[in-house]
């Protein structure tokens, strides 16, 4: 087995369950490990330093049709997910994912519809998580973020004061 592994945290864990492990931290560095190593599994961020890790499911897709790839973001929205899946990924995680659900992604039978998440984020874990991921896109700036999602000023003061839900 193979993987190219992009999270620097996990690279011992995986060695552990007997994977061979590669990481790269940019775009560049993981086209080149790709065309070197041709890994039958990989798990990419969708931001890396320089770039898309989109482009490193491209590649890793066009040197092994075979290969499963899971792609993990913190940024996740429907369109990026859909090109993760066009260009080749078997699942989509968010961030924070757990590696036991990393690994069961990876390992899934593709005849096989994936099993539900044991402990999927709350709706409202999720709203809170999306509202606080664009005020940080727009610099932490309250009246940019309201704007961009069409809410109340006062409203999302209000949201951004208050702890995150469960």
Sequence with gaps: MMTILLEKDWQ??????????FQAESVQKGVESVKSKKPGFAVVDLRLGDG???????EIQSS???????MLTGY????????AIK????????????????????LADPA?????????MSADR???????????????????TA???KMHRRTLQRILSKRSPR
């Design 112 to 120: 096989k519809k994936a099993a539900p998440p044991e402990n999927p």
């Design 147 to 149: 704007r961009r999602l």
């Design 87 to 106: 260009e080749g990924a078997i699942d989509y995680l968010a961030k924070p994912a757990d590696a036991e659900d990393v690994e069961k992604a990876l």
């Design 52 to 58: 898309n890790g989109l482009e490193v499911v491209k």
């Design 126 to 144: 999720v709203k809170w998580e999306h509202i606080h991921r664009v005020f940080e896109l727009c610099n932490r700036n309250v009246s940019e």
């Design 12 to 21: 011992e864990l995986w060695k552990k369950k007997g994977f061979e492990v």
């Design 64 to 70: 092994n049709n075979d290969s499963r790839i899971i």
């Design 76 to 83: 996740g929205n429907i369109p990026t997910a859909v090109a």
